[in-house]
């Protein structure tokens, strides 16, 4: 199984970013696909994730200015990032599991993890 990040970048505060993570190796659309990030110095953290159904949850850092979706056709996961601030500046992980409802923000509920993408904001 290998996940794929990109699309992360160094922007002005203010600015959009589109994450994309491609999978392969596993059946897309049975598993749940998840952002998390790491910023440095701090623990990792839920950013945003989606079943297969669609249903969205986000973590409430980015509730409000980021979308995320998916493309089962193409086994592609985006989050769009919208007024970046300088706390986004992380690197942005995309992860893809089966956790159970009351998991779906927890890190260990993901099996499946990519190398990470640099996003950097600045103010």
């Not at 190398?115 to 950097?120: A, E, F, I, S």
Request: glycine share 10%.
């Amino acid at each position: 199984v290998q996940l794929q990040a990109s699309g992360g970048g160094s922007v002005q505060a203010g600015d959009s970013l589109r994450l994309f993570c491609v999978a392969s190796g596993l059946t897309f659309r049975n598993y749940v696909m998840g952002w998390f990030r790491q910023a440095p110095g701090k623990e990792r953290e839920f950013v945003a994730a989606i079943r297969s159904g669609h249903t969205t949850y986000y973590g409430d850092s980015v509730k409000g200015r980021s979308t995320i979706s998916r493309d089962n056709a193409k086994n592609t996961v985006y989050l769009q990032m919208n007024s970046l601030q300088s706390e986004d500046t992380a690197v942005y992980y995309c992860a893809a599991g089966v956790p159970i409802l009351s998991a779906t923000a927890t890190q260990t509920a993901y099996r499946y993890w990519g190398q990470g993408t640099q996003v950097t904001v600045s103010s």
